[in-house]
């Protein structure tokens, strides 16, 4: 790879991509719409390279992973990248806009990876000039531990396409499971459904988020049940991720779970504001 | 060793786990309801309550296996901090 690699939008997946490139060696020019976004995102770099092995990862020296990224606002910072890997929130106008700003900034050869968990890449690909070389990857939380990821080419992405995306992952130690076009392609078809239908457990009353949790780790030894692991995710995401569902397939059985809207619009998004269905401020275990 | 810090690692655990008995010496990972998601929680627990910093070299999961062990990792930390001030 003999440029730097493009990440846009420095949220949580986007500060996780960015942390495993530079980790593994590459250049990274990480881009946001603001200096307090990325500064926060530099900050939370360095304290995951700390944890990297209380998480059993391997031992990282955080100022030589964020030596090699550099932070910059607006599309214009990535137009000399080879690959763009495109990490922001899973809403379709705020993607557009973004796809809009990065077909003008960059050369026709750019690769544009769509790390998104549902929207379809063909839809995506459409409203660049590129189309060819448009593709999805659905990265994992937290992307350095996590050792593959889907890869989805859409309609018109070029075989040359998969192998720079392949050769790209690989570098990053990612094994890349080939899926089809299909909105929530495997993960999120049944993980977002599965996450949906808790949450409508813990509304209705027939259990609390710890109940839930516990069943699904105790009885079918799952790691983590689905309400920690929308904690994890962030409960916005989750919402979002299910309307796309929604929109996508215009199927009842993806309607969002009236609690998720409720935390969402409440700021309840889990871990990365301190609270979701468990409450990570340490003061109690207040749990919705 | 200051009971109090024991105390308040304890009173962390115990809210995050109000269930669950949890003897000083017992390995919370053992346990087997918390992951190493969690020690991240420790740490940024520890660091905040005891205003200590943890270097790169203590930050081993063998740290915060147990209450003691972290009570013990505190009492390192906050004596070097000491000594510093003098």
Same mark, same amino acid.
């Given at each position: ?41 530099? *900050? ?25 990224? /550099?932070? *910059? ?14 990490n ?6 705020? +993607? ?27 839809q ?9 070389n ?22 018109? /992405? ?6 720079? /995306?392949?050769?790209?992952?690989? *570098? ?7 899926? +089809?076009?299909?909105c ?35 009885c ?22 299910? %309307? ?8 009842? +059985? ?7 809207? %409720?935390?969402? *619009? ?23 | ?43 940024m ?11 790169n ?7 915060f ?22």
């Open positions: 790879m003999d440029r730097a690699i493009g990440v846009v939008g420095a949220g949580v997946m986007g500060v996780g991509v960015a942390q495993n490139l530079a980790q593994t060696g590459h250049e990274v020019v990480l881009v946001d719409t603001s200096e307090a976004i990325l500064a926060e995102a530099r *900050a939370t770099i360095r304290n995951n390279c700390r944890m990297s092995r209380l998480t059993g990862g391997p031992e990282l020296d955080p100022d030589a992973v964020l030596a090699r990224i /550099t932070t *910059a606002v607006g599309a214009s910072a990535v137009a000399k990248v080879d690959i763009v890997v495109e922001v929130t899973e809403n379709w106008d705020v +993607k557009r806009g973004v796809y809009q700003e990065l077909d003008a900034a960059c050369g026709p050869d750019t690769v544009f990876v769509v790390n998104t968990s549902a929207i379809p890449i063909t995506v690909a459409s409203i660049t000039k590129r189309p060819a448009v593709i999805g990857v659905h990265f994992m939380n937290p992307v350095p531990a996590k050792p593959a990821v889907e890869m989805i080419p859409g309609v018109h /992405t070029s075989e040359q396409t998969i192998e720079r /995306t392949r050769a790209m992952l690989s *570098a990053m130690g990612k094994r890349a499971i080939p899926v +089809k076009d299909a929530g392609f495997v993960s999120n078809r049944v993980l977002m459904l599965t996450v949906n239908e808790a949450a409508y457990l813990v509304h209705e009353g027939v259990a609390d988020a710890a109940g839930v949790d516990d069943v699904f780790r105790s079918f030894g799952h790691p983590m049940g689905p309400l920690e692991t929308a904690d994890l995710i962030g409960v916005d995401t989750i919402l979002y991720s299910v %309307e796309v569902l929604y929109d996508q397939y215009s199927d009842s +059985k993806y309607r969002p779970c009236p609690l998720l809207r %409720e935390m969402t *619009a409440a700021g309840l998004h889990g871990r990365k504001t301190g609270r979701g269905f468990y409450d990570y401020g340490g003061s109690n275990r207040a749990v919705v | 060793m200051a009971e109090n810090v024991k105390d308040q690692i304890l009173g962390f655990l115990e809210s995050r786990f109000p269930d669950v008995e949890i003897p000083e010496t017992e390995d919370i990972f053992q346990l087997g309801f918390v992951n190493s998601l969690f020690a991240m929680e420790l740490v627990f520890i660091e905040k309550t005891f205003g200590v910093t943890i270097p070299d203590e930050l081993r999961l063998d740290n296996r147990t209450v003691k062990s972290m009570a013990e990792l505190v009492d390192r930390r906050t004596a070097l901090a000491e000594t510093a001030e003098v």
